[in-house]
Each structure stands twice: as C-alpha cells, then as structure tokens.
C-alpha cells in the first residue's frame, strides 16, 4: 500500500498475538540518524494512539518514501492511518 510519503507491507495475522509494527527511514532519504529517529518516533506515536483504541492484529513494516523531516506531523499522521485503514 502506499501514499505520498509512505508505503506499507503487511501481513494479516488472524490470531489474537499483539500487533508488530516497525519503521524503516533509510539512508537515501535522511542522511543524519538524528533526523531519522525522530521520524521514527514520530511515525510510532501515530500508530500507538490508533492500536490503543483499536487493538488488531496485524504485522506491517512502514517505510519513508522521501525527505518527510519537512512534512507536517499532522499529514504523517493522516497518512499513516489511512494505510492503516486500508489494511484492516
């Protein structure tokens, strides 16, 4: 699945073990390991406030497509629960 910055892999897991997600910024796109922890850490807050209240079952890996350090918090977090829709 994908959106403007992002794209998602996933396996739909039909039991009820927890959720695993992770996060994957490379190199290509954000050369400091500054800038790619905080899009990591920006990316799992996103996602731990949706598993709260919906708890699936799902393994997902989610990748940065490009330079998202410029993007908004508020459209990575539309993103990525837009492609989490799409893989409920």
């Known amino acids: 699945m994908h959106s403007t910055n992002f794209y998602m892999r ?12 992770s996060f994957v ?8 390991s500054v800038g790619r922890h905080l899009i990591k850490r ?3 807050a996103v996602v ?4 709260i209240t919906q708890k699936p079952s799902i393994s997902a890996i989610i990748f ?4 998202v350090s410029k ?3 508020g459209e990575i977090e539309k993103e990525i629960i837009e492609l989490l ?4």
């Open 85 to 88: 829709k799409k893989a409920f």
């Open 42 to 44: 920006r990316m799992s």
């Open 10 to 21: 996933f396996l739909d897991k039909k039991d009820s073990l927890p959720s695993l997600l």
């Open 25 to 32: 910024v490379p190199n290509k796109v954000i050369k400091t």
């Open 71 to 73: 993007v908004p918090f």
């Open 64 to 67: 940065a497509k490009k330079d």
């Open 48 to 51: 731990e406030t949706l598993l």
